[in-house]
């Protein structure tokens, strides 16, 4: 049994890397959405709000705390102080160990880059004291491209929309929120004209895995003009960095 009380979308503001025109020392946006395992029967039970954990005071401390700490922040290490405050306060309030508490933390930067329509994040999951998982998002990055196999399709450029989720991300482009990345991705794939949504797809994980040295990443592809009567229609990959060294895909190029 697993029990989650969470925060969904919790908006404020901070400086946090730099702004989508690069400069630094910029306040910008923040949506900070939080997620706590906590075991829900006894309040269940009773249906006692005295048995369980207090989302209000909850979102109160979370709220301070951006007051209280107004200085410059990198983003992956601020994710980190949010959820060591998170882990601190349910101990405070449970008596509980700290390490068997689990929380993941996310914070997006909604104009945390050019392009990007709902921004760039960082989602870190910790159990007591240790990271489980920390990974770098970038959340429909959109660019016009030649892609697919009709004729009208080969004549004129249609978006596609892009999401991330990257592993094992050098310090430098944590530090810039990503930028750098997207950056990249988007100018390789205007240039871009693949058939398939699958060598497109490929092609990006190639980008991001070879030329950034990121540990693995997980590309959604959509193209949201492909049928008349569906929102979007696409394609997921996850891909590290050592299947392009040891796999002839390492040499796909975009035509």
């Not at 990198?74 to 882990?87: D, K, N, Q, S, T």
């Not at 895995?209 to 193209?223: A, H, I, P, R």
């Not at 996850?238 to 060294?245: C, Y």
Request: glycine fraction near 6%.
């Amino acid at each position: 049994m697993s029990d989650i009380i969470y925060l969904r979308n919790l908006h404020l503001n901070a400086i946090i890397g730099p702004d989508r025109w690069h400069r630094s020392g910029k306040a910008q946006p923040i949506v900070l959405s939080l997620r706590l395992e906590h075991e829900l029967l006894p309040a269940a039970a009773k249906d006692d709000v005295a048995k369980t954990l207090n989302y209000g005071t909850l979102c109160q401390e979370v709220t301070q705390f951006f007051k209280d700490n107004t200085g410059r922040w990198v983003l992956h290490e601020f994710a980190f102080e949010v959820c060591r405050l998170v882990m601190y306060w349910m101990v405070k309030v449970t008596d509980a160990n700290e390490q068997e508490r689990k929380v993941r933390v996310e914070i997006l930067l909604p104009k945390g880059a050019l392009r990007v329509e709902d921004g760039v994040g960082v989602e870190l999951s910790m159990t007591g004291s240790n990271v489980d998982s920390q990974v770098l998002m970038v959340k429909e990055l959109k660019v016009p491209c030649i892609i697919g196999v009709n004729p009208h399709e080969r004549v004129e450029k249609q978006t596609v929309v892009i999401d991330l989720k990257m592993k094992r991300v050098r310090e430098e482009d944590l530090k810039l929120n990503g930028q750098p990345v997207v950056k990249s991705v988007a100018e390789y794939v205007e240039g871009s004209a693949y058939e398939t949504l699958e060598a497109l797809a490929t092609f990006i994980a190639r980008v991001i895995c070879m030329d950034f040295g990121v540990g693995s990443v997980t590309v959604s592809l959509e193209k949201p003009s492909a049928l008349p009567s569906v929102d979007g229609a696409g394609v997921e990959i996850t891909r590290d960095r050592e299947f392009f060294q040891m796999s002839d895909f390492w040499h796909v190029d975009s035509r």
